[in-house]
């Protein structure tokens, strides 16, 4: 049976038992009285069914709301009378999303007033991007597309443990953990330590696609310490942290061929095998302080710093080989071996001071400097064995020293209890230096000094209006990369305007312009999103919205590897249209009814000059409908018809369209 179908049949089934229904017990669930503790809360569970048909991994990057049973929700929480439980006098647990939803998640919390709070948190994220890489371009061939693809899984999870000895001191134990781990796919051309000149052509003209799944994990373990006497809180953490990376990558097929299908001559030149194996273990020592504190009664005063040092070993092993051009131009076949062992130290420290100075009631002084200094300092040791040549070895000593400086100045006006109005300027200064064998390396060395002048305000009039926003621009005096913007200016505004209680108007603009003229690049972004809401009662309300932005960029680019360096124009734009509505009713006690949906409408193209635009316009939208009725004593029946379709005007390969059911059950106790 189709999805639309099982609705339909659900629906007769539910309009036919509801005289029935109507006639129940309405009161509500009491707590459980259980270990001591007053107990109260709700689930729900869920069936979700999928229809999906074309390109399936653009669904599962898009939603990846797949069929199967789910925990949608579950909520419990406990209070016991003062005194009673020894133990805990609050309790609460709650999850959502398991059984295979993106985002996971799950809380536990269990405290005694004035003794300790305990917390668990833990969530998983899903995160799958698999682009058509099959498809035919404009251009006429297969396969010349990004070829970056993951399916991976993110898992976050932390317990925290707050020891209150006294009102005023208080013990903090935490850990957390985070992994990611998955599949990817991704692009490598083979280079290699040592490597000829004339390798450079070939490399920039064979980037290979190669199997990379991925293991990582951080581990961090701190304790500190908070006290509080009278208008001061001094905070201090002390621990330890982990981080371990493993990856490896394959060539998928062999013989394989270079993504790069344009140049004929690489049909010619496969890579027969790569075995490629790199991995980091990094640990620090972790020293956090902070304080707050009133000096004198109009002053505040606050500040902290920050430690770290990251140090460890990094290990890089490869072997591949295939057929390139050798030093006459001919095709021959060739073989690489190439070994690398590094160390790493990674210190960094962050010091901050800042003040709040009380002139008026109605006016005050906030001065903020913030001080960070990175270093990273690594020697690593290469061999590499080319053609069963003279080995190549040497070692390598790289040190970059980042050190930026942060004074943020503003003063705030309260003339009225309406308006405020906050101008101020940020000053920065970063220099960032690049030594190589302890030699100066100009081209990543450089000190800049930005200005960054920002006036932002606040009015109410009265409930039925109010706005907000700010305008703001920086300059920077050098540009560290070649789209670096050199100027930037910005505004964004928030309006709102509410002339009874059933009706509402929100409307909110950002524009931001910025240029290079070195590159010859520029970039323009507006945007304005618009919402209207009207509420009859509380069984009818309806909204709707309009959003539109725009975007521009266009500049120089340069590729610099290889024998003769190619220059092009790449110019991006894009204008999106973003419809919403919906609506909510309950025409009778115990029934609501809720639709709402979206239609986003994408157009405009990137293209390099002279050749046709890979990505342009696209229409994707999305409708739901929910239908619920209470039953009294038994819970809530939810269920919830999702549609949606995807679809690309050049890259036809990505469309996908969906149906998704979904059937929710939740009950109270």
Do not use: C
Request: proline share 6%.
């Amino acid at each position: 049976m189709r999805p639309v179908h099982r609705f339909l049949a659900l629906i007769t089934l539910f309009l036919a038992t509801r005289p029935v229904l109507m006639a129940q017990d309405e009161s509500e669930p009491s707590p459980i009285t259980l270990g001591g503790f007053q107990n109260q809360g709700a689930v729900t569970l869920g069936y979700r069914f999928a229809d999906i048909k074309g390109y399936q991994p653009q669904f599962l990057q898009l939603f990846d709301l797949q069929k199967g049973f789910r925990l949608q929700d579950f909520n419990m929480f406990g209070e016991s009378e003062p005194g009673v439980n020894p133990f805990a006098d609050t309790y609460s647990l709650s999850a959502s999303g398991l059984g295979g939803d993106p985002f996971p998640t799950a809380q536990l919390t269990v405290s005694k007033t004035r003794l300790y709070d305990f917390r668990v948190n833990w969530r998983q994220s899903y995160y799958y991007w698999n682009q058509n890489d099959r498809v035919v371009l404009p251009l006429g061939l297969a396969g010349l597309t990004s070829n970056h693809d993951w399916a991976t899984v993110r898992k976050f999870g932390s317990a925290d443990f707050t020891l209150h000895a006294t009102n005023n001191l208080r013990f903090n134990f935490n850990y957390y953990r985070t992994t990611d781990s998955g599949t990817l796919f991704t692009t490598r051309a083979p280079d290699f330590f040592g490597s000829p000149g004339y390798w450079g052509g070939y490399v920039r003209a064979n980037p290979y696609y190669l199997f990379a799944p991925l293991n990582d994990e951080a581990n961090r373990f701190t304790g500190g310490i908070d006290y509080t006497l009278r208008s001061w809180t001094l905070h201090y953490n002390l621990g330890y942290q982990t981080f371990n990376e493993n990856l490896n990558l394959n060539n998928v097929a062999s013989p394989e061929r270079s993504i790069d299908t344009s140049a004929a001559i690489t049909a010619n030149e496969p890579l027969l095998g790569l075995s490629w194996s790199q991995s980091r273990r990094l640990t620090t020592p972790v020293s956090e302080f902070s304080f707050t504190g009133k000096p004198f009664s109009d002053l505040e005063w606050r500040g902290g710093y920050i430690y770290y040092r990251y140090a460890g070993p990094a290990s890089l092993d490869q072997s591949f080989n295939g057929i390139a051009p050798n030093s006459t131009g001919a095709l021959a076949p060739y073989s690489v071996t190439q070994g690398g062992r590094a160390t790493v130290t990674e210190p960094s420290h962050v010091l901050s001071q800042g003040f709040t100075y009380h002139i008026d009631d109605w006016w005050s002084i906030d001065l903020d400097y913030r001080y960070s200094r990175f270093t990273s300092d690594a020697i690593g040791s290469f061999q590499s064995l080319f053609n069963g040549a003279t080995p190549a070895a040497g070692q390598v000593h790289n040190v970059w020293r980042d050190g930026l400086s942060d004074l943020d100045f503003s003063v705030v006006f309260t003339p009225t209890n309406k308006l405020i109005i906050r101008p101020g300027v940020r000053l920065m200064k970063a220099d960032v230096e690049a030594l190589e064998d302890g030699v100066s390396d100009p081209p990543r060395t450089l000190e800049t000094k930005t200005v960054a002048p920002e006036i932002s305000f606040g009015y109410e009039p009265s409930k039925i209006f109010s706005i907000r926003g700010d305008f703001r621009s920086f300059t920077n005096g050098a540009s560290y990369t070649a789209i670096t913007p050199h100027t930037r200016t910005g505004t964004h505004l928030v309006f709102r305007f509410k002339p009874t209680e059933k009706v509402s108007l929100e409307d909110e603009m950002s524009l931001s312009d910025s240029k290079l003229i070195d590159a010859n690049f520029k970039s323009n972004i507006r945007s304005n999103a618009a919402t209207l809401s009207y509420s009859l009662n509380e069984r009818f309300s309806i909204f709707g919205g309009f959003t539109y932005s725009s975007f521009f960029a266009a500049g120089n680019i340069q590729y610099a590897r290889g024998t003769v360096p190619l220059s092009n124009f790449l110019t991006d734009q894009e204008v999106n249209r973003v419809w919403q509505a919906g609506v909510e009713a309950k025409p009778v006690k115990g029934l609501g009814l809720r639709l709402a949906g979206n239609f986003d409408r994408s157009t405009g193209l990137a293209a390099l000059t002279g050749e046709p635009p890979a990505y342009g316009p696209l229409t994707w939208p999305l409708v739901t409908g929910t239908v619920y009725y209470d039953f009294p004593k038994a819970g809530r029946l939810s269920i919830d018809l999702q549609r949606t379709y995807y679809i690309e005007q050049i890259v036809t390969g990505n469309n996908f369209s969906a149906n998704m059911l979904t059937i929710r059950w939740t009950r109270n106790f």
